[in-house]
């Protein structure tokens, strides 16, 4: 029998590190940088953060392009691996990228996901090299996800898997988020 655990799964290096580095640079240079919001808007004391549009931005269509084929691998290493999660016509789009940036002293506290639209899973690749930032750890469930640079993480988005970003200590921790469905 599966527990809840074993739907959170990490997958390394699915994107190289000059991809990664590739996406920073030209997502800060070519998209605008803005206060993370939650739900109820910008609230600082739960979410502290900025995020970069990637998905709509004319601009970084090819870059686009790219992340969709790296977050393709994702989806469908997860579909291999749980093929109950999967049903003959439910829609696995994802809702587009963003690049998040969490500074030193930011965060994003104890939340769920799929709160306004459906949402079936949720996707996150590490850009930054694990040794440029300490702190910023993904946390799910009371369990500390330490990614290195091009991993990806990903579980179902609903009320049972509670997850947070840790606080950055040191450095700054970059990276794109999804959703599934």
């Known amino acids: 029998m599966k527990k809840i655990y074993d739907f959170i799964r ?16 030209e997502t800060k240079c070519k998209s605008q940088k803005l ?3 939650t739900n109820a808007g910008v609230n600082k ?7 970069y549009l990637i ?25 291999n691996d749980y093929p109950e999660i999967y049903q ?8 587009g990228y963003l690049l998040l940036e969490y500074n030193k002293g930011q965060y994003y506290k104890k939340h769920v996901d799929g709160y306004s639209r459906q949402r079936l899973l949720t996707s996150s690749i590490l850009l930054s090299n694990e040794n440029s930032f300490e702190g910023g750890e993904f946390n799910i469930l009371g369990r500390n996800y330490k990614l290195n640079q091009g991993d990806a993480l990903i579980f179902p988005s ?24």
């Open 10 to 25: 990490v997958y390394p290096k699915i994107i190289k590190p000059e991809l990664c580095r590739y996406v920073i640079q």
């Open 35 to 37: 206060i993370a919001e």
């Open 45 to 51: 004391s739960s979410r502290n953060c900025f995020n």
């Open 55 to 79: 998905t709509g931005n004319s601009k970084l269509y090819d870059l686009d392009k790219e992340i969709f084929n790296s977050y393709e691998k994702v989806l469908n290493n997860y579909i």
């Open 88 to 95: 003959p016509g439910i829609n696995m789009q994802d809702t």
């Open 158 to 181: 609903n009320f049972m898997y509670e997850h947070e970003i840790k606080i950055v200590t040191e450095g700054t921790r970059h990276a794109l988020i999804t959703w599934f469905g």
